[in-house]
């Protein structure tokens, strides 16, 4: 939370429908990363971006794309090609000097029917 | 590849008591470690952050330690309250700069 906004907070999609999730942050951090969390299980990164215009693969990146277009907005596509989008997914932002903290958004609840 | 196990899965435990969260992990080549709480359906707060240089950290009735030795961090919870109740998580960062995350302890705090 604090500086990090992640719309909507839940949402829902058919079956073979694109999804984008939103994230933005004002927290002025150069990198942002999105994971994926499911039940009773730790976060698994999906994708992460340490600058503007870059971005790499996490553990998890196959079905998703992501874009990086302005240093406050990292959102995430979850394609008709991801097997299982139902998942809580979250976002985070890091500080690119010093400690290295990582800190995330509310989160948001997509359900595939 | 670093794989990180948080033990017990779920913890009950009455009011006041004192408790210790355990975390483990393989590769001792990290860049920091963190702990993080989890309310259900909500996102991930930070609790606190060892450094890899460093052997503890403190905040109020929070008191986490790292062995990179050993492979172990854990978080002390001292006089536990029922607001304590939610998911503990811990994470390592490793060379990258990328978090990896065990699976969590369910602590339920009965008043």
């Known amino acids: 939370d604090g500086g990090i906004t992640q719309s909507p907070k839940y949402l829902f999609r058919k079956e073979g429908q694109n999804v984008t999730l939103s994230c933005e942050q004002n927290?002025?951090?150069?990198?942002m990363y999105w994971y994926r969390q499911d039940p009773g299980q730790g976060l698994r990164l999906i994708y992460y971006s340490q600058i503007v215009n870059d971005f790499q693969k996490g553990d998890i990146a196959e079905g998703y794309s992501v874009s990086r277009e302005k240093k406050e907005s990292f959102p995430l596509t979850v394609t008709s090609a991801q097997k299982n989008p139902t998942a809580f997914y979250l976002c985070?932002?890091?500080?690119?000097?010093?400690?290295?903290?990582?800190?995330f958004g509310p989160g948001t609840r997509l359900t595939v029917t | 590849k670093q794989e990180v196990t948080q033990i017990p899965a779920a913890l009950s435990v009455p009011e006041g008591e004192n408790l210790v969260l355990n975390c483990s992990f393989t590769?001792?080549?990290?860049?920091?470690l963190q702990w993080f709480r989890q309310d259900p359906g909500k996102g991930l707060t930070s609790l606190l952050l060892?450094?890899?240089?460093?052997r503890e950290q403190t905040s109020g009735r929070l008191n986490a330690s790292l062995d990179k030795s050993s492979g172990r961090s854990t978080l002390y919870i001292a006089a536990s309250q029922p607001g304590d109740s939610a998911t503990y998580l811990c994470a390592l960062m490793d060379s990258s700069y990328k978090l990896i995350f065990g699976s969590g302890t369910r602590l339920l705090v009965r008043p």
């Open positions: 927290l002025n951090h150069d990198a």
């Open positions: 985070a932002t890091q500080a690119g000097t010093g400690s290295y903290e990582q800190y």
């Open positions: 060892i450094q890899s240089s460093q």
């Open positions: 590769d001792s080549a990290i860049y920091n």
